[in-house]
């Protein structure tokens, strides 16, 4: 059975940093596509970042470009986010998900996406 699990979220101050973990089991990931999506609340899911299945291509949602840094380790089966100078309205659940059906990224919405995890909250105060 596949699973996606995040951790790492949490309360952090504006300006602070935290750094997501998504451990994938059940399958081999190291092919796919990994991606972060982030949902407010009464807000639509919406995408975050997204890696290749080398990692050597990323691609960013223009709200986090250059406070936020997606990589992966395929050994270990991870995939990270490192966030940077978090704002009050980066405050949201933050879902881990992975596209099985290419290596190269296709999709910044989230039907591209087919398995995701239970998310993490991450919570940004003023």
Same mark, same amino acid.
């Given at each position: 059975?596949?699973?996606?699990?995040?951790?790492?979220?949490?309360?952090?101050?504006?300006?602070?940093?935290?750094?997501?973990?998504?451990?994938?089991?059940?399958?081999?990931?190291?092919?796919?596509?990994?991606?972060?999506?982030?949902?407010?609340?009464?807000?639509?899911?919406?995408?975050?970042?997204?890696?290749?299945?080398?990692?050597?291509?990323?691609? /960013?949602?223009?709200?986090?470009?250059?406070?936020?840094?997606?990589?992966?380790?395929?050994?270990?089966?991870?995939? /990270?986010?490192?966030?940077?100078?978090?704002?009050?309205?980066?405050?949201?659940?933050?879902?881990?998900?992975?596209?099985?059906?290419?290596?190269?990224?296709?999709?910044?919405?989230?039907?591209? /996406?087919? /398995?995701?995890?239970?998310?993490?909250?991450?919570?940004?105060?003023?």
């Amino acid at each position: 059975q596949v699973h996606l699990v995040e951790s790492g979220g949490g309360l952090v101050q504006a300006g602070g940093s935290l750094r997501l973990t998504c451990a994938a089991s059940g399958r081999t990931f190291s092919n796919d596509v990994m991606a972060w999506f982030r949902q407010a609340p009464g807000k639509e899911r919406e995408f975050v970042a997204a890696i290749n299945y080398s990692g050597g291509s990323t691609r /960013y949602a223009d709200s986090v470009n250059g406070r936020f840094t997606i990589s992966r380790d395929n050994a270990k089966n991870m995939v /990270y986010l490192q966030m940077n100078t978090l704002k009050p309205e980066d405050t949201a659940v933050y879902y881990c998900a992975a596209d099985r059906e290419s290596p190269h990224i296709r999709f910044t919405t989230a039907r591209g /996406y087919d /398995y995701w995890g239970q998310g993490t909250q991450v919570t940004v105060s003023s």
